[in-house]
């Protein structure tokens, strides 16, 4: 079945480093690619997101590319801020799905002035 | 446009009871998700509503039902509580497209059951 695996956390980091969170999944056909983001308290906020193979999705300083071949949308920040702690979640969804996302299971991320 | 609102957003309820969440989608979407959200099991699908009907279902038991009206507001219910019941539980909602559409989620509602 379709699955979305992140690596765990939590990942802590100093201001102005660089970010990478990783990210895999398995899926048959094209899924959509997409990158949440969970604030203390708070739901999901919508990212990044990418809808087919190459696509590079971005936001707030925030990158991931759709690469197929080796079924990955690695999130990447060239200089995280403190504002930037939070947990991150890679999501698909699979076409003719109806809406349906299935979620990695979450990276906690802790930034340090 | 005001975003996704979801009511209430705290509820603490006991082994036995039912509850009933409601969220309101963005203005001119038509299709409502709900999913549920515990330390253990992350993030999980309950189901999707689109112009008042169920298209797509996760694997929860019978007590989780949902439902949605002609405005697209949408409500779910659990009954007969557990314990392992007491979770985050997100509404999200997206445009008119059948699928990979963006979902936009609500704040959440955070059931306690004791």
């Known amino acids: 079945g379709n699955s979305v695996t992140q690596m765990e956390g939590p990942v802590t980091l100093s201001e102005e480093a660089f970010l990478t969170i990783n990210c895999t999944y398995t899926?048959?056909?094209?899924?959509?690619l997409f990158w949440y983001v969970q604030y203390p308290g708070e739901g999901l906020q919508l990212l990044l997101k990418?809808?087919?193979?190459?696509d590079k999705g971005s936001n707030k300083g925030f990158e991931a590319t759709y690469r197929k071949e080796t079924t990955s949308f690695h999130l990447e920040k060239g200089s995280v801020q403190v504002s930037d702690s939070a947990v991150y979640f890679c999501a698909l969804e699979h076409s003719g799905g109806y809406n349906k996302l299935i979620f990695g299971a979450g990276t906690r991320l802790a930034v340090h002035p | 446009k005001a975003g996704v609102t979801q009511t209430p957003r705290y509820l603490i309820k006991t082994r036995g009871q039912q509850v009933t969440l409601s969220c309101s989608p963005i203005?001119?979407?038509?299709?409502v998700s709900w999913y549920q959200q515990t330390p253990g099991q992350g993030l999980q699908f309950l189901f999707e509503y689109f112009s008042e009907t169920q298209r797509n279902k996760g694997n929860f038991p019978g007590r989780f039902s949902g439902r949605q009206f002609s405005n697209s507001r949408s409500e779910m219910n659990v009954s007969t509580l557990e314990l392992g019941d007491s979770a985050l539980y997100l509404c999200?909602?997206?445009?008119?497209?059948?699928?990979?559409?963006?979902?936009?989620f609500g704040p959440g509602t955070r059931l306690l059951v004791l």
């Open positions: 203005s001119g979407h038509r299709s």
């Open positions: 990418a809808t087919k193979a190459d």
């Open positions: 899926a048959t056909g094209y899924p959509s």
């Open positions: 999200a909602s997206s445009g008119d497209f059948p699928y990979q559409e963006t979902q936009y």
